[in-house]
């Protein structure tokens, strides 16, 4: 699960054709299983997920006449699609389990669509260290749940970005149970890459200043 924003997880691509070329389908459970996976992972709703639509290589705009439909137990569902190219992909377990069909209306290599998952930023500037960690179980146990017998071998968390505004460096303390310190600064990319750490979860965390966004670094 990567970039965590993670991501091309999932990958599409729709390769040339005639500009108006008939439906073509892919099987609804292959884009439904990340989301599925989450649902069952992420009770909370820690993460915010979804599917979105970019230009195949060679391609500089998304087609105007785009559109994506749900084929499922003899009724079509038109899917949503945002100005920027968000994909408001319905996520029904009956569907994927009935074989439905996602369909779309342009040829290979048109389009590309990736899964994207963004983590909660948490509000404030004083929290506990599981607080601000939060994302990572959930993570986990969704790389866990992927990887089945494999997990074992399946990446893991390293790090945790604190992604702050650039231009103003900024700080994050973080104050142990046993008394002990720790401190980090700011890069010039305006973040700190604060070690995963799962025993500092209830250690008090004080940044400088509100969160604009986090991130997980996986080894």
Known sequence: MPSLRLMSLFLLAFCA????????????????KMPL?????????IYRAYYQAKPAKGQATLPADLKMQVSTGGQVVPVPIQTDGRVDLPIRQ???????????????????????MNSRTPPGTRMT?????????VLERGIKEMAGMLSLFA?????????????????????????KKKAWK????????????????PGIVVLSAPLKGIDQVMK
Not at 129 to 137: A, I, R
Not at 186 to 201: A, F, R, Y
């Open 17 to 32: 054709g005639p500009v108006h070329a008939e439906w073509r389908s892919l099987p609804y459970a292959d884009l439904a």
């Open 129 to 137: 260290y599981g607080q601000l960690t939060e994302s990572v179980p």
């Open 37 to 45: 996976m989450l649902k069952k992972v992420d009770p909370e709703g």
């Open 155 to 179: 990446p893991k968390v390293k790090q945790v970005v604190l992604k702050f505004e650039k231009g103003t460096p900024q700080t994050a303390t973080l104050a142990l149970p046993d008394g």
């Open 94 to 116: 009956d569907w994927s389990d009935a074989g439905a069909q996602v369909q779309v209306n342009q040829p290979k290599g048109t389009i590309s669509v990736s899964f994207i």
């Open 186 to 201: 700011t890069n010039v990319e305006g973040q700190i890459q604060l070690p995963w750490e799962p025993d500092w979860s």
